[in-house]
């Protein structure tokens, strides 16, 4: 908000006839705004004439202006002192502390000179940008109106309205009322038709609710000069970004920075580079957006916006070590960095450091009040750890003549980001179409999870299995254990052991088979878009039976948005000993298939995940038959605490018992969020 006010200095020319014209170069650098050479000026005229009021008044305006607003408060203070009811001095001694930032120190005195000189123009328009300053914006239209009363058309006053309407849409804005600030920002254009910065937060205000073809719009019609259009072409470039338009979005910012480069505006060319390096952040260009960061170093040393680029690439690049020493540093440059604040948030929420991010979050709330970012992060982690329960319904048919129709219901809570449980049920009944068996099971569990270390974390559960079929009953404990971590970065391990009943269908329920299965499970991520998912597995079985079974899985993202991969798969196991009356137990199977995998949003709440495989499948010394996969997931959100998903698969994959088997499951799930927030939500805002 501009603060300044231009005053045309009165001089009595009764008194000052001597002096104006020796003044005359002076007046005319205090209205080119060349503040430091007219207190020059005027300084060595008080040399001379060391009384002379209106060279005093120009003295104190010139210093005020020019960076020096204590010294010029005391300079007319004196004055007033001098002069106590002179209204020339009291208007400048006010707007002294304007320049000085004492807003509320300066508005009961517009006041009470509003009262005294209603007619006074300076007066009305010094108490407007008081008010506007106090954020206090609907009297402060009220008193610039009324000094445009006294002076129509008046150019200082139209700025001043200007940004009072600014500070007023941008206070809207903050409250999310957007429609509210589209109508107070359109108001300027009554005065200032078409006005830039008008523009620029109209289009910023498209783009926090993702009206990108408005917020285009505004930036193409603010692209009138040079200048403007980079600032234009650097709002383009986000919102193609924001539209997942990332190709799009580097060829403006390289249009952007080719524009900027041959201009002489250094801080606009700092923006646009900044930018463009977050296109090329953008495009998983991160060698690119590293080197250009280092020459950037070497050319403008260790500037803010170079540092939040490093944190950014850090975020990015899954580097959150890095990020957060970027972050830190920021802050320490600037406590109240929006970038540094909120990007610590998400870089400690990112290392699984989630009180920290809680913490940091809240803070964030603090200093940038109602920030749709930082509410986001706060609702995530609010998300996260509340109370839920699932429940889960499915029906399945093989060719086999097994049909299964399964219940389960799972309650899960969090007592702090570290220590969770859980609680299940499952009930699941199967038969066979064509000889009538059929066999239920039930099994309860229950288990907790505790995080050791920031993303390394253990689970152990147990509970009690039991299974009818016919007259006979089964009994059978069931037990798991778990650990999971991040050994290195981008880099995921799990080992787990697990007992569990077989129960696929009927017959090999009344077989009692209990599975003791020892597994290690590990997946590389990278940065160039490749990465790769192994399981190694033994189970152990009291039938006297063992198994050995690998998976590996080699793939490459394609895409982010939506999220497609493909890649190859290949599976491998083999039993120690061959049942093939009881069950499918080869001595060795292998199967090598191509895949591909779509996730993605088809519209607001709703998601979905697609998945297709085909290859080949051999079975010891038969030959190779063809194998088909699918599998299909569309999810919605109800509301804020309801979830729905239905789902469907179907395989032909001979892993499941003998050759030419088919398998088709299909289900829905419906989650329920206990609570809007976690248990622990009070003792978390209380933590030090």
């Given at each position: 908000?501009?603060?300044?006010?231009s005053?045309?200095?009165?001089?009595?020319?009764?008194?000052?006839?001597?002096?104006?014209?020796?003044?005359?170069?002076?007046?005319?650098?205090?209205?080119?705004?060349?503040?430091?050479?007219?207190?020059?000026?005027?300084?060595?005229?008080?040399?001379?004439?060391?009384?002379?009021?209106?060279?005093?008044?120009?003295?104190?305006?010139?210093?005020?202006?020019?960076?020096?607003?204590?010294?010029?408060?005391?300079?007319?203070?004196?004055?007033?002192?001098?002069?106590?009811?002179?209204?020339?001095?009291?208007?400048?001694?006010?707007?002294?502390?304007?320049?000085?930032?004492?807003?509320?120190?300066?508005?009961?005195?517009?006041?009470?000179?509003?009262?005294?000189?209603?007619?006074?123009?300076?007066?009305?328009?010094?108490?407007?940008n008081?008010?506007?300053?106090?954020?206090?914006?609907?009297?402060?239209?009220?008193?610039?109106?009324?000094?445009?009363?006294?002076?129509?058309?008046?150019?200082?006053?139209?700025?001043?309205?200007?940004?009072?309407l600014?500070?007023h849409?941008?206070?809207?804005?903050?409250?999310?009322?957007?429609?509210?600030?589209?109508?107070?920002?359109?108001?300027?254009?009554?005065?200032?038709?078409?006005?830039?910065?008008?523009?620029?937060?109209?289009?910023?205000?498209?783009?926090?609710?993702?009206?990108?073809?408005?917020a285009?719009?505004?930036?193409?019609?603010?692209?009138?000069?040079?200048?403007?259009?980079?600032?234009?072409?650097?709002?383009?470039?986000?919102?193609?970004?924001?539209?997942?338009?990332?190709?799009?979005?580097?060829?403006?910012?390289?249009?952007?920075?080719?524009?900027?480069?041959?201009?002489?505006?250094?801080?606009?060319?700092?923006?646009?580079y900044?930018?463009?390096?977050?296109?090329?952040?953008?495009?998983?260009?991160?060698?690119?957006?590293?080197?250009?960061?280092?020459?950037?170093?070497?050319?403008?040393?260790?500037?803010?916006?170079?540092?939040?680029?490093?944190?950014?690439?850090?975020?990015?690049?899954?580097?959150?070590?890095?990020?957060?020493?970027?972050?830190?540093?920021?802050?320490?440059?600037?406590?109240?960095?929006?970038?540094?604040?909120?990007?610590?948030?998400?870089?400690?929420?990112?290392?699984d450091?989630?009180?920290?991010?809680?913490?940091?979050?809240?803070?964030?709330?603090?200093?940038?009040?109602?920030?749709?970012?930082?509410?986001?992060?706060?609702?995530?982690?609010?998300?996260?750890?509340?109370?839920?329960?699932?429940?889960?319904?499915?029906?399945?048919?093989?060719?086999?003549?097994?049909?299964?129709?399964?219940?389960?219901?799972?309650?899960?809570?969090?007592?702090?980001?570290?220590?969770?449980?859980?609680?299940?049920?499952?009930?699941?009944?199967?038969?066979?179409?064509?000889?009538?068996?059929?066999?239920?099971?039930?099994?309860?569990?229950?288990?907790?999870?505790?995080?050791?270390?920031?993303?390394?974390?253990?689970?152990?559960?147990?509970?009690?299995?039991?299974?009818?079929?016919?007259?006979?009953?089964?009994?059978?404990?069931?037990?798991?254990?778990?650990?999971?971590?991040?050994?290195?970065?981008?880099?995921?391990?799990?080992?787990?052991?697990?007992?569990?009943?077989?129960?696929?269908?009927?017959?090999?329920?009344s077989?009692?088979?209990?599975?003791?299965?020892?597994?290690?499970?590990?997946?590389?991520?990278?940065?160039?878009?490749?990465?790769?998912?192994t399981?190694?597995?033994?189970?152990?079985?009291?039938?006297?039976?063992?198994?050995?079974?690998?998976?590996?899985?080699?793939?490459?993202?394609?895409?982010?948005?939506?999220?497609?991969?493909?890649?190859?798969?290949?599976?491998?196991?083999?039993?120690?000993?061959?049942?093939?009356?009881?069950?499918?137990?080869?001595?060795?199977?292998?199967?090598?298939?191509?895949f591909a995998?779509?996730?993605?949003?088809?519209?607001?709440?709703?998601?979905?995940a697609?998945?297709?495989?085909?290859?080949?499948?051999?079975?010891?010394?038969?030959?190779?038959?063809?194998?088909?996969r699918?599998?299909?997931?569309?999810?919605?959100?109800?509301?804020?605490?309801?979830?729905?998903?239905?789902?469907?698969k179907?395989?032909?994959?001979?892993?499941?018992?003998?050759?030419?088997?088919?398998?088709?499951?299909?289900?829905?799930?419906?989650?329920?969020?206990?609570?809007?927030?976690?248990?622990?939500?009070?003792?978390?805002?209380?933590?030090?």
């Amino acid at each position: 908000m501009k603060t300044r006010i231009s005053y045309l200095i009165t001089i009595f020319a009764a008194a000052q006839l001597w002096a104006q014209p020796a003044m005359d170069n002076g007046f005319q650098l205090l209205e080119k705004g060349e503040f430091e050479a007219a207190g020059d000026f005027f300084e060595d005229v008080l040399k001379r004439h060391p009384e002379n009021k209106t060279a005093q008044i120009c003295y104190g305006r010139a210093l005020g202006l020019s960076g020096g607003p204590a010294k010029a408060n005391t300079l007319f203070a004196n004055l007033l002192k001098k002069y106590p009811n002179d209204l020339e001095i009291q208007l400048n001694y006010n707007e002294s502390l304007l320049w000085a930032g004492e807003f509320q120190g300066a508005k009961p005195l517009y006041r009470d000179l509003i009262r005294a000189y209603p007619a006074n123009f300076n007066a009305r328009l010094g108490y407007a940008n008081t008010l506007s300053n106090l954020k206090e914006y609907q009297e402060a239209l009220v008193q610039v109106h009324k000094a445009l009363d006294l002076d129509p058309g008046n150019a200082s006053a139209l700025t001043s309205k200007k940004y009072i309407l600014l500070g007023h849409a941008n206070t809207k804005v903050e409250k999310q009322q957007y429609s509210e600030a589209k109508a107070i920002l359109k108001a300027i254009f009554e005065d200032y038709p078409e006005d830039k910065e008008t523009l620029l937060s109209l289009a910023n205000i498209h783009l926090i609710n993702m009206e990108l073809d408005s917020a285009r719009i505004s930036y193409h019609r603010m692209a009138t000069t040079a200048k403007d259009s980079v600032i234009a072409l650097n709002g383009l470039a986000l919102t193609e970004h924001l539209g997942e338009n990332e190709k799009q979005a580097l060829l403006l910012s390289k249009e952007s920075l080719e524009l900027a480069t041959i201009m002489e505006n250094y801080e606009l060319l700092e923006r646009t580079y900044n930018r463009y390096v977050q296109a090329l952040i953008w495009n998983d260009k991160y060698s690119k957006a590293k080197s250009e960061i280092a020459q950037l170093e070497n050319k403008y040393g260790q500037r803010p916006w170079l540092i939040s680029l490093k944190a950014m690439l850090g975020m990015y690049t899954s580097d959150t070590k890095a990020s957060l020493k970027q972050y830190e540093l920021l802050l320490k440059i600037d406590s109240t960095s929006f970038d540094g604040n909120l990007g610590k948030a998400n870089a400690l929420f990112a290392s699984d450091r989630i009180i920290d991010a809680y913490k940091t979050g809240i803070q964030t709330l603090e200093i940038f009040e109602n920030q749709k970012d930082a509410r986001s992060l706060i609702e995530k982690v609010n998300k996260k750890y509340v109370p839920t329960i699932t429940e889960t319904l499915s029906y399945s048919f093989d060719n086999g003549n097994n049909v299964a129709y399964s219940s389960n219901t799972e309650l899960r809570t969090y007592f702090s980001p570290k220590l969770s449980a859980n609680l299940s049920y499952q009930s699941r009944t199967t038969e066979n179409t064509l000889s009538n068996a059929s066999a239920t099971t039930r099994l309860l569990t229950g288990g907790i999870a505790y995080k050791l270390l920031p993303k390394t974390s253990v689970e152990v559960g147990a509970g009690i299995n039991e299974a009818r079929f016919g007259s006979q009953r089964f009994s059978q404990p069931m037990l798991k254990a778990g650990l999971k971590l991040q050994p290195y970065r981008m880099q995921n391990l799990e080992v787990d052991y697990l007992r569990e009943v077989q129960q696929f269908n009927a017959e090999l329920v009344s077989r009692d088979i209990v599975m003791e299965h020892y597994g290690v499970k590990y997946h590389l991520a990278t940065n160039f878009k490749l990465g790769w998912y192994t399981q190694l597995m033994h189970t152990e079985q009291n039938d006297g039976n063992s198994r050995q079974l690998l998976f590996s899985s080699l793939y490459y993202k394609l895409f982010k948005k939506p999220g497609i991969k493909a890649g190859v798969n290949f599976q491998y196991f083999g039993f120690s000993v061959q049942k093939p009356e009881l069950y499918f137990s080869p001595e060795q199977y292998q199967a090598t298939e191509v895949f591909a995998e779509a996730r993605g949003d088809l519209f607001t709440k709703t998601s979905y995940a697609f998945t297709l495989a085909a290859g080949a499948q051999k079975i010891e010394q038969q030959a190779s038959m063809n194998i088909i996969r699918t599998e299909a997931r569309i999810g919605s959100e109800l509301s804020q605490r309801w979830y729905m998903a239905l789902y469907g698969k179907y395989s032909n994959s001979a892993s499941a018992t003998a050759t030419g088997f088919t398998y088709t499951e299909m289900g829905v799930s419906l989650k329920w969020d206990l609570s809007k927030k976690p248990l622990f939500h009070k003792r978390l805002l209380n933590l030090n």
